[in-house]
């Protein structure tokens, strides 16, 4: 038996685009002599399609195209992913079609309401196993976290089931690829039984998923493992498996660069942007920024623009220059002097002191970035380009950011990545050749808003800080836990702080990328108004 794996990128609510590349991956899978072909959860809606769920047409939509793809069943067995609504209830269901037909539907059982996933508020949870016959074998059918637990499996081999199918929509985050093999090969060595791991591929708003579908047999050992962040049709012959690894395992620089690309990529495709602008300081964030898009898009799709002022060193000058210059996008430089002096003129007789005199303050900072962000949504406007915010998740976790004005943009690659792995990033895509100047890796970091600046003017030394956030943020422990750790207790106590008071900043912020296990997203939720300290 003959097994496509089909892992695909669909778009959220694009029912008859989505219909039509399965029907072109069904007709790839029927060239190769393939029994059956395997989608991914919800792959005819696009995952996660929320509200969506809630419209009666797009629910009956999906089900008017299940029954289109049950009448080209005839040559192909297909299991596919989407909204059922039956009995006045909704599921989320796995079809299985064949002989120009559906065959059997099985609803998912374990409906995940954890972090980034919200399924109990759409739909009813299956209590029923479900297996098929297909080329005389049993196929168990389940959906993604059906798997990580072991009832299910358990329920479809009492039926009989001989080979598990999980289909699934499962969001990318470091180390998560090593938690899924380590699932499977349980499920596997516990009920001795092969299972055919099938997950979607690509950007959806903030998340991504990377795919890297697998079919681990009886005993563990996995026989194929697909590539990721990337659309694939693979073939596995069961009567003939392989007897060497077929791997595609990044190292985890490469395996998150991947997905911020991917994320790019989709969220400006799409949603039918015309490329992006990016603030280009001279700085690592808006180098790494720049690095991304123009993987994501091309050369040709990015514009980078560099607003300098007063304090604006000649360094950031050159280094901005050369960025842009090795990347071969279009560069403009735009001085935000002028409007910077207006702004104080207008200012001045509301916010100076008594003599007149405005001694350089926050204020004055952060009119500058603010200066900034005008000059970037107005380009933005006119080209119908998305801005690039640049900020990161260290930044973003302790306010170290200007509302309205560097948080600026659309969309933000770096909101879950770590000062300290900004750095590792740049590295990383300097590999093969010195892209983004090396000055701007090794120099001291700076907002550059007021004379000498430095970002640990205001901050603990970045591998400090990251520590300290991931322990607090990531992993959720106490500050009596932090502290215990080796971190002073002052520096602690300022950055959990800094954290909780600008709740009221994220909440404004661009949707951005999922990289951690807990990002500053859908999955915390921490109230702006509290008083818990």
Same mark, same amino acid.
């Given at each position: 038996m #003959?097994?496509?794996?089909?892992?695909?990128?669909?778009v959220?609510?694009?029912?008859?685009?989505?219909?039509?590349?399965?029907?072109?991956?069904?007709?790839?899978?029927?060239?190769?002599?393939?029994?059956?072909? /395997?989608?991914?959860?919800?792959?005819?809606?696009?995952?996660? $399609?929320?509200?969506?769920?809630?419209?009666?047409?797009?629910? !009956?939509?999906?089900?008017?195209?299940?029954?289109q793809?049950?009448?080209?069943?005839?040559?192909?067995?297909?299991v596919?992913?989407? $909204?059922?609504?039956?009995n006045?209830?909704?599921?989320?269901?796995?079809?299985?079609l064949?002989?120009?037909? *559906?065959?059997?539907?099985?609803?998912?059982?374990?409906?995940?309401? &954890?972090?980034?996933?919200?399924?109990?508020?759409?739909?009813?949870?299956?209590?029923?196993?479900? /297996?098929?016959?297909?080329?005389?074998?049993?196929?168990?059918?389940?959906?993604?976290?059906?798997?990580?637990?072991?009832?299910?499996v358990?329920?479809?081999?009492?039926?009989?089931?001989?080979?598990i199918?999980?289909?699934?929509?499962?969001?990318?985050?470091?180390?998560?690829?090593q938690?899924?093999?380590?699932?499977?090969?349980a499920?596997?060595?516990?009920?001795s039984?092969?299972?055919? =791991?099938v997950n979607l591929v690509?950007?959806?708003?903030e998340?991504?998923f990377?795919?890297?579908?697998?079919?681990?047999?009886?005993?563990?050992?996995?026989?194929?493992?697909?590539?990721?962040?990337?659309?694939?049709?693979?073939m596995?012959?069961?009567?003939?498996?392989?007897?060497?690894?077929?791997?595609?395992?990044?190292?985890?620089?490469?395996?998150?660069?991947?997905?911020?690309?991917?994320?790019? #990529?989709?969220?400006?495709? %799409?949603?039918?942007?015309?490329?992006?602008? *990016?603030?280009l300081?001279?700085? /690592?964030?808006s180098?790494?920024?720049?690095?991304?898009? /123009?993987d994501?898009?091309?050369?040709d799709?990015?514009?980078?623009?560099?607003?300098?002022?007063? =304090?604006?060193?000649?360094?950031?000058?050159?280094?901005?220059r050369?960025?842009?210059?090795?990347?071969?996008?279009?560069?403009?430089e735009?001085?935000?002097? @002028?409007?910077?002096?207006?702004?104080?003129?207008?200012?001045?007789?509301?916010?100076?002191?008594? +003599?007149?005199?405005?001694?350089?303050?926050?204020?004055?900072?952060?009119?500058?970035?603010?200066?900034?962000g005008?000059l970037?949504?107005?380009?933005?406007?006119k #080209?119908?380009?998305?801005?690039l915010a640049t900020?990161? %998740? +260290?930044?973003?976790?302790?306010?170290?950011?200007?509302?309205?004005?560097?948080?600026?943009?659309?969309f933000?690659?770096?909101?879950?990545?770590? %000062? !300290?792995?900004?750095?590792?990033?740049? @590295? &990383?895509?300097?590999?093969?050749?010195?892209?983004?100047?090396?000055?701007?890796?090794?120099?001291?970091?700076?907002?550059?808003?007021?004379?000498? @600046?430095?970002?640990?003017?205001?901050l603990?030394?970045?591998?400090?800080?990251?520590?300290?956030? !991931?322990? &607090?943020?990531?992993?959720?422990?106490?500050?009596?836990?932090?502290?215990?750790s080796?971190?002073?207790?002052?520096?602690?106590c300022?950055?959990?702080?800094?954290?909780?008071r600008?709740?009221y900043?994220?909440?404004?912020?661009?949707?951005?990328?999922?990289i951690?296990?807990?990002?500053?997203?859908?999955?915390?939720?921490?109230?702006?108004?509290?008083?818990?300290q």
């Amino acid at each position: 038996m #003959k097994v496509a794996l089909a892992q695909i990128n669909p778009v959220v609510g694009d029912l008859s685009g989505n219909f039509d590349k399965i029907v072109t991956y069904i007709q790839q899978a029927i060239e190769q002599k393939a029994n059956l072909v /395997v989608f991914p959860e919800l792959a005819l809606s696009g995952y996660p $399609p929320e509200d969506l769920l809630f419209r009666q047409g797009f629910v !009956e939509r999906c089900q008017q195209l299940i029954d289109q793809l049950a009448e080209i069943s005839d040559e192909i067995s297909i299991v596919v992913g989407c $909204p059922c609504f039956q009995n006045n209830t909704l599921f989320n269901t796995a079809v299985c079609l064949s002989g120009g037909k *559906i065959k059997s539907i099985y609803h998912k059982q374990l409906l995940p309401n &954890y972090g980034v996933f919200d399924e109990i508020r759409y739909f009813t949870a299956g209590t029923e196993s479900v /297996v098929v016959e297909i080329n005389q074998r049993t196929l168990g059918l389940t959906i993604c976290e059906d798997i990580w637990q072991s009832g299910p499996v358990k329920q479809a081999m009492t039926k009989g089931a001989e080979l598990i199918i999980n289909i699934n929509a499962s969001p990318y985050h470091i180390g998560k690829q090593q938690q899924r093999l380590q699932t499977l090969t349980a499920r596997c060595t516990e009920s001795s039984v092969a299972i055919i =791991y099938v997950n979607l591929v690509g950007g959806q708003d903030e998340l991504v998923f990377d795919g890297h579908s697998m079919v681990v047999d009886a005993k563990g050992n996995k026989l194929l493992q697909m590539v990721g962040f990337r659309e694939q049709l693979a073939m596995i012959d069961l009567e003939n498996c392989p007897k060497e690894l077929t791997n595609a395992v990044l190292d985890e620089d490469e395996e998150i660069y991947q997905a911020l690309v991917l994320a790019v #990529k989709d969220y400006v495709t %799409k949603n039918g942007f015309r490329g992006v602008v *990016i603030g280009l300081s001279g700085g /690592v964030d808006s180098a790494l920024t720049l690095a991304i898009a /123009v993987d994501a898009l091309g050369a040709d799709q990015v514009e980078a623009v560099m607003m300098p002022s007063r =304090y604006t060193s000649e360094m950031s000058l050159n280094d901005a220059r050369v960025c842009a210059n090795n990347f071969a996008v279009r560069y403009d430089e735009i001085s935000i002097e @002028q409007s910077f002096q207006s702004l104080l003129a207008s200012l001045s007789p509301v916010l100076a002191d008594s +003599s007149g005199d405005w001694a350089p303050d926050t204020a004055q900072e952060n009119i500058q970035a603010r200066c900034r962000g005008i000059l970037l949504m107005a380009i933005s406007n006119k #080209k119908g380009k998305l801005v690039l915010a640049t900020g990161n %998740k +260290s930044e973003m976790s302790v306010g170290y950011a200007t509302l309205y004005g560097d948080m600026a943009g659309g969309f933000a690659p770096l909101k879950d990545v770590s %000062k !300290e792995r900004v750095y590792r990033l740049c @590295q &990383y895509r300097n590999r093969d050749k010195e892209m983004i100047p090396a000055s701007i890796i090794t120099r001291p970091p700076s907002a550059e808003l007021a004379a000498d @600046q430095k970002d640990e003017d205001s901050l603990p030394p970045y591998p400090i800080l990251d520590r300290i956030l !991931e322990l &607090y943020l990531e992993q959720e422990k106490s500050i009596e836990s932090i502290i215990q750790s080796g971190f002073e207790e002052t520096v602690v106590c300022d950055v959990v702080r800094k954290v909780n008071r600008n709740e009221y900043k994220r909440r404004q912020a661009a949707p951005g990328v999922k990289i951690t296990r807990r990002a500053l997203g859908r999955e915390r939720r921490y109230p702006i108004t509290s008083r818990y300290q």
